[in-house]
C-alpha cells in the first residue's frame, strides 16, 4: 500500500524559499503517476500546487507558476518541492499526494498526512 | 479557472440518516470530471469517488455520487460514526484543478 510522507521546515521568513520532500513507500514512483504537491489554507481552501512524473516532466498551477519548482529522485523514491519568495499568504498545510492520469491529470488517489508551514515576517 | 461552490457549510445530522451534499461548478463539467474526498481531523484526505459516480477501491457502497454538468451530488445512505468528517469535491475537467471550500458533517 502506497505511503505518502511530508517533510521540511514548519516555519518559514518571509521573502524566503519554501524547500519541501515527499517520502514515497510501498511504491516506487518511477512505475508511473504523477507526483503532485496541493496545499490547504483558511484563505484559499485546497489548491493545486504542481505535479510531476519521475523523468521530470512538470505542469504547475498557472497562479504559482513563477515562483515553484519541483524535482524528483529515483534513487531515494523522493520528491520536492520549492517554492520562492513566501508571504503570510503561504502559509498552509502542504499536502503531497498520488496523481492518476486517465485522461490527463485527473484526481488524487493518496495523500500524506500534510506537513503544516508558518510564514513568519 | 472553475470555481466549485458547495452547500451547505455544515449539516448537522444523527448516525443512521441520509447525508446529501451538493457541489455546484461554474461551467458545465463534460464527461464528469469530478472526484470528491473525506478528510477526517488530523488525517490525510481519502478518495471516494471520481468521475463523478465511481466508488475509489475500498469505498463502502453507502457512498454513493451522482450529478452531471454544473451540478453534483454526493450521498452517504446511512451515517456511521466514522462518516463525521469534512468533504471536497475537486474538478480535473481544466487547468489548474480545483476544489470546492469543503462541506462539514457533524454529530447532531
Redesign the interface.
Known sequence: QVQ?QESGPGLVKASETLSLTCTVTGYSISDGYYWAWIRHSPGK????IGSIYYSGTT?Y???LTSRVTMSADTSKNQFSLKLTSMTAADTAVY?C?RD?VV????????????SLVIVSS | EIVLTQSPATLSLSPGERATLSCRASQSLSNNYLAWYQQNPGQAPRLLIHGASSRATGIPDRFSGSGSGTDFTLTISRLEPEDFAVYFCQQYLTSPRTFGQGTKVETK
Open positions: 505518502l481552501g485546497l489548491e493545486w505542469y498551477n498557472p497562479f499536502y499526494a492518476v485522461t490527463g491529470l485527473n484526481w488524487f488517489d493518496a495523500w500524506g498526512q500534510g
